[in-house]
């Protein structure tokens, strides 16, 4: 069954420090999209990053990168240099083929502290 | 601007009064979705309509209802709400592959 593993359940950093969340999925199917949203908070969901299966290629965003490697079924993600801003709550969710990309599967959510 | 609006953003009612709470999105999007956040469970889907007059459950269903009459509405109808549907909610959109665009949420308190 389709699933997103967030097994962080709460980090706490001190500014300045890299830290990396992780994001474990499983599905059946070949094609389907992974995706990072931050939730900061003020509570509203902020979209980060979309990824389809057939793009291991890792992404670079200013502080923010992605490690997206199928052998392991990881979408990992890594803030360089923290700051305070980054304090947010961040999930990572599965959309499928099969399901007609019709649904997210979100994990539970890793709770970033970054503190001064 | 391009955005997913909910209103209320917060709501306490009691037991068994029926609500609604509204979403509505301006970007033309086919789909639509809502969800409820509750903690460490993440985000999990009640509904969704890929189009006017097209709706199928979600993962959690049981005690809501939505209609889809409008491209642009898909409000979220709560007919007798209990306790357990204490959560936060929100409608999301999007078109084709790409990713879900969410309204800011709705606290809903079931007392």
């Known amino acids: 069954a389709q699933k997103v593993t967030q097994a962080q359940t709460e980090i706490s950093v001190v500014e300045k420090e890299d830290v990396t969340l992780d994001c474990v999925y499983e599905t059946r199917d070949t094609t389907y999209y992974l995706f990072w949203y931050k939730q900061p908070p003020s509570g509203e969901l902020v979209f980060l990053i979309r990824r389809n299966s057939f793009d291991e290629q890792n992404e670079i965003s200013g502080r923010y990168s992605w490690n997206f490697q199928k052998s392991t079924s990881s979408f990992n993600f890594t803030i360089t240099a923290s700051q305070v801003v980054d304090s947010a709550v961040y999930f990572c969710a599965l959309s499928e083929w099969g399901g007609g990309y019709n649904k997210l599967i979100f994990g539970a959510g890793t709770r970033l502290a970054v503190h001064p | 601007e391009a955005q997913v609006t909910q209103n209320p953003r917060y709501l306490i009612t009691v037991t068994g009064k029926k609500l609604t709470v509204t979403c509505s999105q301006n970007m033309n999007h086919e789909y639509m979705s809502w969800y409820r956040q509750d903690p460490g469970l993440g985000l999990r889907q009640i509904y969704y309509?890929?189009?006017?007059?097209?709706?199928d459950k979600g993962d959690v269903p049981e005690g809501y209802k939505v209609s889809r009459k409008e491209k642009r509405n898909f409000p979220l109808i709560l007919e007798s709400p209990s306790p357990n549907q204490t959560s936060l909610y929100f409608c999301a959109s999007r078109t084709g592959v790409n990713e879900q665009f969410f309204g800011p949420g709705t606290r809903l308190t079931v007392l």
């Open positions: 309509s890929m189009n006017v007059e097209v709706t």
